[in-house]
């Protein structure tokens, strides 16, 4: 059974305080948030400041995903701001077994995310030494992109690299997660199920939840 970690990117931002009342409520054991700076996708959204208010509004995981260049400028900034996993993206890290121990050195988990075109097998020589592996299933930046299928040959790929490490690192999905396709995902491997418009949009979240719990 997966773990469900609705984006907060989706929700309605001026009334914040009761989507984390609702997911508070809910089946989901996570809140994954989206920072975009503009730069490394077309798109901006919110950071610290929101960040540490939700922080305030919930005791579940805060699962932070950094899609902005040189996030290494900003670990402790997001450990302070209250992110229990902290995820960045390969494209962005050229030093990313640094990075990753930097990470862990402030007491987080270390996560990494990569884009449709980046192969899995990149990550292979540092899969030991990572939490999460946030595979993007849409192009990052933007909310609501269709699903892209060659995710579960990805997601199949990955967890036989995880296999072969003796690692214990989590698979994530990240876009276009929805109840035709989050049963799948669980099948091929994915540990853990990111959807934001499918839970936001829904006409009872917390059904929409529970449902995606249950795939």
Not at 49 to 54: F, R, S
Not at 97 to 105: E, M, R, S, W
Not at 141 to 168: C, N, P, R
Request: aromatic content about 6%; proline content about 4%; hydrophobic content about 50%.
């Amino acid at each position: 059974m997966a773990i469900i970690a609705p984006s907060l990117l989706a929700a309605n931002f001026l009334e914040l305080g009761n989507a984390c009342t609702m997911l508070n409520k809910s089946e989901a054991e996570w809140f994954h948030l989206d920072v975009m700076d503009g730069s490394f996708v077309p798109n901006i959204s919110f950071g610290l400041p929101v960040i540490e208010q939700i922080r305030k509004a919930t005791t579940k995981v805060c699962d932070v995903h950094l899609m902005i260049v040189s996030p290494e400028k900003y670990i402790t900034a997001f450990k302070k701001a209250g992110a229990d996993i902290l995820t960045v993206h390969y494209e962005a890290c050229p030093e990313l077994a640094t990075t990753l121990a930097q990470i862990k050195a402030e007491g987080m988990k270390a996560g990494v995310a990569i884009n449709p075109n980046t192969d899995a097998a990149v990550l292979a020589p540092f899969i030991k030494e990572i939490d999460l592996v946030c595979v993007m299933s849409v192009y990052p930046g933007f909310g609501g992109q269709k699903f892209i299928e060659t995710t579960y040959e990805k997601v199949v790929a990955l967890k036989e690299i995880i296999t072969q490490a003796g690692a214990s690192t989590q698979i994530e999905i990240d876009g276009g997660v929805d109840a035709s396709n989050a049963a799948a995902l669980t099948k091929a491997g994915a540990d853990v199920l990111v959807a934001g418009t499918t839970v936001f949009k829904a006409a009872d979240p917390i059904t929409m939840i529970a449902t995606l719990k249950q795939s």
